[in-house]
């Protein structure tokens, strides 16, 4: 167990509706980083959030967001879904004394 | 070109052989991370490496920052480690750190 909690872990849904991620990162730590892994381009970095601000953002598309609240958890929002956004959706989170990343088990995003 | 690269894509080796999966990356990088997917889907950190070789138990991961390349080993292979390896490394960049990710090499090892 990573100690970073996903949910939920498996979400069907159709073309044009919006869905939301969560996560709830180890305790104690302030980084939390979305990824997703897609069976054509493979694993990529969506955006990463720093006790509570976006710090650095990746291969996000508009119709994706992401927040973190005062909490440290944090919330990726995805809408106007479309086929291609099927993925497995990761989150990671990293303390502040070292670089280790802690995934969790990922939400996987099935479109119809 | 990707920023990443492994090799082999995939590998099938018998129980108790020798394996090696190369990582090699055209970046500059604070740390190079090799983790492991289950079929399942999670994502476990087997190692962080900056310099130098690390190894737990029945796994050792070595890295060259001049050469710019990574090896992982697993010993006495068992069919356990079934799984995809996976070679990502950290940039450089002062915000935050991000994970760029090579293809994966999908491992099979048969009893």
Request: glycine fraction near 10%; hydrophobic fraction near 30%; charged fraction near 15%.
């Amino acid at each position: 167990d990573s100690g970073v909690t996903q949910t939920p872990k498996h979400l069907i849904t159709a073309t044009g509706q919006r869905v939301t991620l969560r996560c709830s990162p180890r305790s104690g730590d302030l980084s939390v980083y979305w990824y997703q892994q897609s069976l054509d381009q493979g694993l990529q970095f969506l955006i990463q959030y720093y006790n509570g601000e976006e710090r650095a953002k990746g291969n996000i598309l508009e119709r994706f967001s992401a927040q973190q609240f005062p909490d440290l958890h944090s919330e990726l929002n995805l809408s106007s879904l479309e086929l291609g956004d099927s993925a497995l959706y990761f989150c990671a989170s990293r303390g502040t004394g070292g670089n280790t990343i802690y995934f969790g088990e990922g939400s996987w995003l099935t479109v119809v | 070109k990707n920023e990443v690269e492994q090799s082999p894509q995939n590998l099938t080796a018998q129980e108790g052989e020798f394996i090696t999966i190369n990582c090699s990356y055209s970046v500059g990088i604070s740390a190079l991370h090799w983790l492991q997917q289950h079929p399942g889907g999670g994502i476990v950190s087997l190692f962080m490496l900056s310099s130098g070789k690390k190894k737990h138990g029945r796994l050792i991961a070595t890295i060259n920052i001049q050469e710019k390349h990574s090896s992982l080993h697993i010993t006495a292979s068992h069919p356990r480690d079934s799984a995809v390896y996976i070679c990502a490394v950290s940039g450089q960049e002062t915000s935050g750190s991000r994970l760029t990710f090579g293809e994966g090499t999908q491992l099979t090892v048969n009893p």
